[in-house]
């Protein structure tokens, strides 16, 4: 007899595991089912490896490549451990195998067959692989293979100029490489603001990083141990390419009547995003409104809302206000004084539709702006709140007072 289920739940990464708990937490039967990797993609391959990653090289790497990796999955394994138990805690009954979706009622997991009022599927996103010629050669990684690699490359191309190409940039010149940074279109991450761009690519003058725009990729080609990366105008060698154009839903088709929530869903692929759809199918009010994004290189980039740049497409009347890190104290007497935020703000002066931080904490100061975009917070409410000092976030209210200041 199969098992029945209020829930059966397809992946344990963000979205199916924050969906497990509160199905579990509302007195709901809940089955969780993941094949290998409780946490999923941003657990193993992408937001926790990195941001280790990032943090383990900031006062420099010893030569142990695979003892640094090594590092990083101990930490992997304790948080993948933790969630296993949290979930089990919570009442929720846990299946280790691949999941077939026989239809909207029932699945079945290594033989198993389970019921359930409803399927949810979770089942997260894959990297995108490029149809160029050779991109099967050994030496060319993604964010899934890269962990494999057993040294540091001399000379390393990474293919796509996006948020995920450029932290690896980061970490493989803390560790060591020159990095060539290859992107097809005119421009590299394409969702900031010219200046926000700018300001984040001078910071990485005298760093052995080079970017070229406007170079798409012909073909890679083995060349006596290296990797020959051939353009239409050009052929360099390199000791190694990362791949790192994007990730794209799982592609797997589903009965009517299933639920997609996570990557699995659509853009934007943020684990926070996920978690926002898993809250969702227990809230109506949850609905996701806005989703700020974070670029974790040093300096950071935190946007939330509306960019200058889709403020002038729309039309739409406007004003900006920057304030520089350097104004603020904290940030001066502790050299974090790199960067700016910026405001968006409606022609009157009343409400944020946008905001842009780059510089140190950028993605912990963003929160508060999120808030006030998303609930439509006067400015003059958001004057108010008082901000400890000496801190970084004390910059949000500078900035308020700014806007106050330039309105007179």
């Known amino acids: 007899m199969p098992s029945k289920y209020n829930f059966v739940i397809i ?61 990083v999955f101990e930490k992997v394994t304790a948080i993948s451990a933790s969630l296993k138990d949290n979930l089990a805690r919570a009442g929720v009954t846990l299946f280790e195998g691949e999941a077939k979706i026989v239809d909207e009622h029932t699945v079945t997991v290594d033989g198993v067959m389970l ?17 160029i010629p050779g991109s099967g050669l050994d030496r060319i990684y993604d964010s899934h293979t890269v962990y494999e690699m057993s ?69 890679f080609e083995p060349n006596a141990g290296r990797i020959s990366v051939l353009t239409k105008t050009a052929k360099a060698d390199y000791d190694a390419v990362f791949i790192a ?33 898993a809250r969702r199918l227990f809230d109506p009010h949850e609905e996701p409104s806005l989703i700020p994004s974070v670029i974790y290189t040093t300096p950071e980039v935190a946007i939330v809302g509306l960019s200058e740049q889709e403020a002038k497409a729309k039309p739409l009347s406007y004003k900006t206000y920057k304030l520089p ?3 603020n104290s904290k940030a001066f007497v502790t050299d974090a004084d790199e960067g700016f935020v910026k405001l968006i703000v409606d022609d009157g002066g009343q409400f944020l539709l946008g905001a842009a931080i780059i510089g140190q904490e950028a993605g912990d100061i963003i929160n508060v702006l999120t808030l006030a975009i998303q609930e439509r917070i006067p400015i003059a409410k958001l004057k108010r709140l008082v901000f400890p000092h000496p801190t970084i976030g004390e910059l949000i209210g500078q900035a308020l007072a700014l806007i106050e200041e330039k309105n007179g």
């Open 245 to 277: 154009v994007g990730r794209r839903p799982s592609r797997l088709a589903t009965p009517n009547g299933v639920s997609k929530i996570g990557d699995a869903l659509g853009a934007p692929l943020l684990a926070h995003k996920a978690g926002a759809d």
């Open 11 to 71: 992946g344990a990464g963000p979205a199916g595991a924050e969906a497990a708990l509160l199905a579990s937490k509302n007195h709901h039967a809940v089955a969780l089912i993941e094949k290998d990797k409780w946490g999923g993609t941003c657990l193993y391959e992408g937001c926790i490896p990195t941001k280790t990653l990032l943090h383990l090289t900031k006062t420099g790497y010893d030569g142990d490549l695979r003892g640094l990796f090594a590092r």
């Open 151 to 219: 040294e540091v490359p001399s000379q390393l191309a990474i293919v796509g100029g996006g948020y995920i190409g450029f932290e690896w940039a980061e970490i493989f010149y803390r560790l060591g490489s020159t990095v060539t940074i290859y992107e097809a279109q005119p421009q590299v991450l394409t969702a900031l603001d010219e200046d926000v761009r700018r300001r984040l690519l001078g910071t990485l003058r005298g760093k052995p990083v080079s970017v070229k725009t406007n170079e798409a990729i012909a073909a």
């Open 325 to 327: 890190y350097r104004a």
């Open 115 to 131: 019921m359930a009022e409803r399927i949810i599927y979770a089942g997260g996103s894959e990297p995108i692989k490029l149809p």
